[in-house]
């Protein structure tokens, strides 16, 4: 059986050699790794570079990073940079949980809509964070009109997910259950799912990423080899995975 991760962060990770290669015996087909800070997008794009075919970047500036961030130009501009070897934009988007005063919303929303923009202009699917900003998150999407989009680590309302869904938004699983995520689980359809770890952050490993497939099989009573047949074909159609789909 195949799983991808859809998303992660191998660049926090000091052994990611080890951790790539764990991923690789475990049956993992691919990895998605995000750099969102900084000082991650280098590492994030030397990591891809060395997995060619395995390990699949996509870069932004998370809003947590963003609210002490005097602008986004040099952010904007790693971007610009590695455009045509990235396979999408993020993680970007709102968390309300960290921010403490309005100027740091601020700060988050102007760097959401700008990376958004870019994605747009770009035509490459964006990965977005949300937390405590669900509705303000898909609300900004929506009047944007995009429509490549990943929810990772979704812990919103259903009804926010189900308004997602209807639009054809994917949201991502990670290998950790909670009363919401099932929730959104049960009454999403599974072409609406993927699977990811949100590596190092939830004390995971993408080699553990079945564990999300099991956790969405268990709940949907399905088997996990459907789970991780819909699964993998849905993230290769959003992120256009080239060397993936076999007519590359
Ligand atoms: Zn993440």
């Known amino acids: 059986m195949e799983f991808i991760d859809s998303h992660c962060h191998l ?27 900084l000082k991650g997008v280098g590492k994030t794009m030397e990591i891809a570079q060395k997995y060619p075919c395995f390990v699949f970047p996509v870069i ?33 988007g709102l968390d309300f949980h960290w921010a403490k005063s309005q100027a740091e919303v601020s700060k988050q929303k102007e ?16 990965v977005v964070h949300s937390r405590d900003a669900e509705k303000e998150v898909l609300d900004t999407l929506m009047k944007r009109g995009a429509e490549r989009v990943l929810l990772h680590c979704f812990s919103g309302p259903l009804s926010v997910a189900e308004r997602a869904a209807e639009h054809g938004f994917l949201i991502s699983v990670p290998p950790v259950p909670s009363r919401t ?33 099991q956790l969405v099989a268990g709940i949907k009573e399905l088997e ?11 993230c290769i159609a959003l992120f256009n995975m080239r060397g993936l789909n076999g007519n590359d």
């Open 224 to 234: 996990v080899e459907e789970v991780s047949k819909a699964t993998t074909r849905s």
């Open 60 to 92: 932004g500036i998370a809003p947590q990073e963003a609210m002490s961030m005097e602008n986004f130009d040099s952010g904007l501009s790693s971007l610009r940079d590695n455009k045509d070897k990235v396979i999408g934009v993020g993680e970007v």
């Open 11 to 37: 660049d926090a990770f000091k052994n990611y050699d080890e951790v790539v290669s764990k991923a690789l015996k475990s049956g993992v087909k691919a990895i998605i790794t995000s750099g969102c800070s």
């Open 181 to 213: 995520r099932e929730k959104v689980i049960k009454h999403i359809p599974l072409e609406n799912l993927l699977l990811e770890t949100d590596a190092p952050y939830l004390g995971k490993e993408p080699s553990e990423v079945n564990g999300s497939a």
């Open 111 to 126: 760097c959401f809509e700008l990376f958004l923009e870019f994605s747009l202009s770009e035509k490459l699917p964006i």
